[in-house]
C-alpha cells in the first residue's frame, strides 16, 4: 500500500465504545490491510452509535478528512453494514476513494449495488405511487406542472453553482487549517501555502500549494 490514509471504525453501542470492544480487532484488521508499503495512516475516527441515531457523524468527519489531506479512507469491516442504507448511501455519496479491509474487491460501485439492494423496498413503493399515478394520468387527471426538459443555459448554471458549492465547502473544510497557521504567525500568503504543504495538505487537484491559490482560498471564507 502507498499513500496516505484515514481509518473509520464503527461500533454500535455507548457499551462497546466506553470498553473498546470490538475496536481493537477493527484496528488490528485496518492494521494488516495496511502491513507492508509505503503509507501513513494520517487518522483515525471511531463511530459510536447507538440504535436511537441514524446518523453518521464520524464518517463525515473522516470523509472530510480525506478531502483535506487527499487521502483514502479505509474502513474496517462492510460486511456487516451490507444492509444498512444509511450508511451505505452516505459511503457511496462521499467523493472519496476507500477500500473495506474485511472486503478488499469492494469499491464505490459494490457499495452502490449494495445500497440500492437495501432500499429495495423503499424503491417498490415509489414504483407503485408513480404506476398509480401513470394510471390517474391516463384516466385524464391533471397532475403536477410543467415537467418538461431542463433548459440548456439553466443546466449550466445548475452545473456551476454545483462546483462552487464544492470549491466553497472544500474552503470550509480547510478554514481551522488555516486559522492555526495564522495564530502560529504564518499570515502571508507563501507561509501559509508552505504549512499546508508541510501538513501534507493537497490543493483540490492534488497539487502543491502557492501563494495564488491560497489567495483564492481566502476570499471563499
Known sequence: MEGKWISYLRVSTDRQGKSGLGIEAQRNGVAEYLNGGSWSLVKEFVEVESGKRIDRPMLAEATKACRVYGAKLVIAKLDRLSRDAHFLLGLEKAGVDFVAADMPNANRLTVGIMA???EEERRMISRRTKDA????????????GDRGVIPSKKARAMATETLQARANARATDLA???AELQAAGKTSLRAIAEGLNDAGISTPRNSKWSAVQVRRLLQRL
Not at 133 to 144: D, F, S, Y
Open 116 to 118: 440500492m439492494v437495501a
Open 133 to 144: 399515478l401513470a394510471a390517474a394520468k391516463r384516466r385524464g387527471t391533471k397532475l403536477g
Open 176 to 178: 481551522p487549517i488555516v
